[in-house]
């Protein structure tokens, strides 16, 4: 599993795993890798921590070892893609399948569907994508400004 993953990760990974390493044997309850996958910036539903558990044989009451760990966050993260999932919801609001959708519109629905945002943390968006406050928002741009890495200085 190392292989998918830079050191960076797997560092980022194990610190975070050996917080929930109480006994410190190696092994985290199955219980707490909910908490420990959403401290790593995924969101597995818990059906999803029932799937992972239930392909290593891991009871709800047991426990994992980092490698399973390390298998289990390789595949979370590759089913959970902001840019996919970004795309297909500004795609589901183009009735007209035009590629974009006008600034306003989307400041409303960021406001208030869903998780809403606040106004200023539409205007910090809008700043960091290039958005134009009474202009249109191009679906592909927008998803790609929005994913990119932040900057590590």
Do not use: W
Not at 3 to 28: A, H, M, R, W
Not at 35 to 52: A, K, Q, W
């Amino acid at each position: 599993m190392a292989k998918f993953f830079t050191p960076v990760q797997i560092n980022e990974f194990k610190e975070c795993f050996s917080l929930y390493d109480k006994k410190q044997k190696g092994k985290i309850d199955a219980k707490d890798l909910v908490t420990v996958m959403r401290c790593l910036g995924t969101s597995p539903t818990f059906g999803e921590i029932e799937r992972h558990l239930q392909v290593h044989k891991i009871e709800k009451t047991g426990e994992l070892d980092f490698s399973s760990f390390l298998t289990m966050m390789h595949r979370q993260m590759q089913q959970e893609d902001p840019k996919t999932e970004i795309l297909e919801a500004l795609r589901m609001t183009d009735k007209q399948k035009r590629g974009y959708i006008q600034a306003s519109e989307l400041r409303a629905k960021l406001t208030k569907l869903g998780e809403k945002l606040t106004d200023k943390e539409v205007d910090d968006l809008f700043k960091e994508a290039n958005v134009e406050s009474n202009g249109t928002v191009n679906h592909e741009e927008f998803t790609k400004m929005v994913t990119l890495p932040p900057v590590d200085y």
